[in-house]
């Protein structure tokens, strides 16, 4: 599965530590090609340095130097070590922990081979947003709505960088008397969007930013592998609340952003931000890269399940709405209820073209169209009410764990409708997910017969 190359304790390049004499770099052959679910079980195998099968919890901030003086050879925080851009690192390689530490640097190796490209691993998803930012630098940003938190870091950039923001779906705001965005800019990208799962077409973004000299950054938190791989399509680099799908039980923060190899610069990316991050200081804990690896292992089992359950429930509930029979007690209940729904697989004019042949999202997501949804229900005292009348889903914010969960996303979001409601779609039997919405469709429908 690798090849491996040692070097010499007095080699001053060494890989991580240089106070460890002789270091072996495992290098991953590239010819081997592992589906999802082998690489989140297997990709890590490199790191293996003790009999457990289960990778043990690390809890250590501070590493041992050699007791022999002659072995103690000073560096730098900013050294580059002599070793690829999200390669493994020997376990007995580490220093501290805001520099590297066993189970955070386990799961980045996983997170490289999934993702295509060499990752790091930040605090949270706003935490790797704006070391992206911090990096890249640019005086020009385009941004489209979404998670309101991304704006929010923008904005406390833009105060300290005096950048301009502008739209991202109206390229006649990117340019202005004496300036246009350009090289070193930044376009960033979140598909499919948070609150309504709604997709957009990477490539036609991807053509825009470059066109300009500008970098396509992508944050691609609601489609993780197996459903979105934005390398593909163009993105230079692509950003995750790893709290989300990676995580997956609700449990842990990370942010996680991922450099396309295709980059002529991707080493200097990667080594630049790894020592950026350190002086950042917005690193992962132990404990939550621990419960990272526990959770990328059920990866590809969890997310299809989730999207398939989704798209269930989606097309379920849009029929209910195109229903016109009069006898069809759930049609009416959701009808009475539901005004819109939201959700990349109700966007059909984007999965196939005029002339039949699939379109850019059938082509971007071939494997499902994200867990997540919204509604949109007639007033907002409906939205209000609507989570109360369920039994399986969660009131709560967040999403992308193993449980149902809805939130009327005003509670946490001022800049989406009242009357909006985001639905995070579990692993639950979508039967029974199913059967709970339409019950409390009856139920609101009965309390509020007039919407009201």
């Not at 460890?20 to 010819?31: H, R």
């Not at 990370?254 to 200081?281: P, Q």
């Not at 009357?419 to 309390?447: F, Y």
Request: glycine letters at 8%; hydrophobic letters at 35%; one cysteine or more.
């Amino acid at each position: 599965m690798c090849i491996y190359i040692s070097r010499p304790y007095n080699d001053s390049s060494v890989n991580g530590n240089p106070n460890v004499p002789s270091l072996e770099i495992p290098i991953p052959d590239k010819s081997l090609s592992y589906s999802l679910s082998t690489l989140t079980n297997h990709a890590d195998n490199e790191a293996n340095s003790y009999t457990d099968v289960a990778p043990a919890l690390h809890v250590s901030t501070t590493y041992r130097y050699p007791s022999e003086p002659s072995l103690l050879k000073p560096t730098d925080d900013l050294d580059i070590p002599d070793r690829l851009p999200g390669a493994a690192i020997k376990a007995d390689a580490h220093i501290y922990s805001r520099l590297t530490a066993p189970n955070t640097s386990r799961l980045e190796l996983i997170l490289t081979q999934i993702l295509g490209g060499p990752s790091l691993t930040y605090g949270s998803g706003l935490a790797a947003f704006h070391a992206l930012l911090v990096y890249l630098n640019p005086k020009v940003v385009a941004i489209g709505a979404g998670y309101h938190g991304c704006h929010g870091v923008l904005k406390i950039f833009q105060k300290l960088t005096n950048c301009k923001i502008v739209d991202l779906f109206d390229e006649k705001t990117w340019e202005g008397e004496g300036w246009r965005l350009g090289e070193g800019d930044v376009v960033h990208l979140e598909t499919p969007v948070n609150p309504t799962g709604n997709a957009y077409d990477i490539q036609h973004f991807a053509d825009l930013a470059h066109a300009r000299g500008a970098v396509l950054t992508i944050d691609a938190t609601f489609a993780p592998p197996p459903l979105q791989e934005p390398f593909k399509h163009g993105a230079d680099f692509i950003m995750h609340s790893g709290t989300k799908y990676f995580g997956g039980h609700s449990d842990m923060l990370c942010g996680v952003v991922s450099i396309n190899r295709a980059r002529e610069t991707m080493e200097k990316d990667y080594w630049t931000m790894f020592g950026e991050r350190l002086h950042l200081g917005a690193v992962m804990g132990n404990m939550e890269g621990w419960l990272g690896v526990r959770s990328l292992r059920t990866l590809e089992l969890r997310v299809v399940r989730q999207s398939e359950n989704a798209d269930k429930l989606v097309a379920y509930l849009d029929c209910c709405m195109k229903s016109h029979g009069e006898n069809d007690e759930d049609a009416k209940a959701v009808k009475a209820v539901v005004a819109k729904l939201h959700h990349a697989s109700l966007q059909t004019e984007d999965l196939r073209t005029p002339d039949g042949k699939p379109g850019w999202l059938a082509k971007q997501m071939p494997n499902g169209f994200g867990p997540v949804f919204a509604m949109d229900l007639h007033n907002a005292e409906q939205a209000r009410s609507f989570p109360s009348k369920l039994h399986l889903f969660h009131h709560a914010t967040s999403l992308g764990g193993v449980e149902s969960l809805i939130e009327w996303r005003r509670m946490s979001d001022n800049t989406v409708q009242d009357t909006l409601l985001r639905v995070s779609v579990g692993v639950e039997n979508w039967e029974d997910l199913k059967r709970d919405i339409v019950d409390a469709c009856k139920a609101l429908a009965k309390e509020m017969p007039n919407g009201k």
